[in-house]
Nanobody, 132 residues
Framework: QVQLVESGGGSVQAGGSLRLSCAAS????????MGWFRQAPGKEREGVAA???????SYADSVKGRFTISQDNAKNTLYLQMNSLKPEDTAMYYC??????????????????????????WGQGTQVTVSS
């Protein structure tokens, strides 16, 4: 079965950086939309960044200019480079994939109301903690 395995989380001080990875295995598709979501205690799961197979990227306003989503198709791996981290970035970060046509665009991915229903595959999550 297709699986998404995340890594790279940890604890850093404000202003620091982390690089999250999401490795896909089992089976992958040429057409897709993948994204990073995060959920803090007491809050809803929110979209952070997304990328589709056309190469288009999209970011939440709160992370624009600080986070960068990218992919290495040869390794079937998705990345999220997080710079200038803030305490409010503290959350469990999840990798998600949409491989069921019609495929969402990266822009649409950050506007979904029900991400758990709209993305068919999810990683286990990796914790990111930012202290001041």
């Amino acid at each position: 079965q297709v699986q998404l395995v995340e890594s790279g989380g940890g604890s850093v001080q404000a202003g620091g950086s982390l690089r999250l990875s999401c490795a896909a295995s089992g089976y992958t598709y040429s057409s897709y939309c993948m994204g990073w979501f995060r959920q803090a205690p007491g809050k809803e799961r929110e979209g952070v960044a997304a990328i589709d197979s056309d190469g288009t990227t999209s970011y939440a306003d709160s992370v624009k200019g600080r986070f960068t989503i990218s992919q290495d198709n040869a390794k079937n791996t998705l990345y999220l480079q997080m710079n200038s981290l803030k305490p409010e970035d503290t959350a469990m970060y999840y990798c998600a994939a949409d491989w069921a046509p019609p495929i969402m665009t990266a822009i649409q991915a950050l506007g979904v109301i029900t991400p758990l229903a709209d993305f068919g595959y999810w990683g286990q999550g990796t914790q990111v903690t930012v202290s001041s």
